[in-house]
């Protein structure tokens, strides 16, 4: 039987994608300390479906990863490390939990390739398609 939002609700699904990811979900953010480290630098980035990608063409997982690496390519050109990143999805109801578990998969396997400290995520329902807001901060 194919897992669906409403079924599980939102803390369920959340809690369920971080089964096994070396996160906590619903920790509070971690605290950088910036007089030993230097400066603290942020990074955003809205990636929309129809406008920066198009869920035809593109596998979840890849873009999972391209969102994150989308954010961090900032903080590396700054010569910044890594240290939370914050995700927001805004889900339509053609997307299935299977689906938003591929797409957090790609996520969580860049979060860990580039070496981030702490990860977040919320889910918010979304009406026109599929929306990624990632938010990286790094020293």
């Known amino acids: 039987m194919q897992k669906?939002?409403?079924d599980l609700g939102r803390v369920a699904a959340i809690q369920e994608l971080?089964?096994?990811t070396g996160y906590q979900p619903f920790v509070e953010p971690l605290f950088i300390d910036t007089t030993e480290a230097g400066y603290a630098?942020?990074?955003s980035k809205v990636l929309l479906e129809g406008v920066d990608f198009n869920l035809?063409?593109?596998?979840?997982?890849?873009?999972?990863?391209k969102s994150v690496v989308a954010a961090t390519g900032e903080l590396y050109a700054v010569r910044?490390?890594?240290k939370t990143l914050g995700v927001v999805l805004g889900v339509?109801?053609?997307?299935?939990?299977?689906?938003?578990?591929?797409?957090?998969s790609g996520i969580v396997a860049a979060t860990r390739e580039f070496g981030?400290?702490?990860?977040?995520?919320?889910?918010?329902?979304?009406?026109n398609?599929?929306?990624?807001?990632?938010?990286?901060t790094g020293v």
Do not use: M, R
């Open 116 to 127: 981030y400290e702490s990860l977040s995520l919320e889910l918010q329902p979304s009406k």
């Open 56 to 65: 035809e063409y593109f596998p979840l997982k890849h873009l999972g990863y």
């Open 18 to 20: 971080f089964e096994g």
């Open 41 to 43: 630098t942020t990074s």
């Open 4 to 6: 669906t939002f409403s």
């Open 92 to 104: 339509s109801a053609k997307l299935d939990f299977e689906q938003v578990s591929e797409l957090w």
């Open 80 to 82: 910044s490390t890594p």
């Open 129 to 136: 398609g599929l929306c990624i807001n990632v938010a990286a």
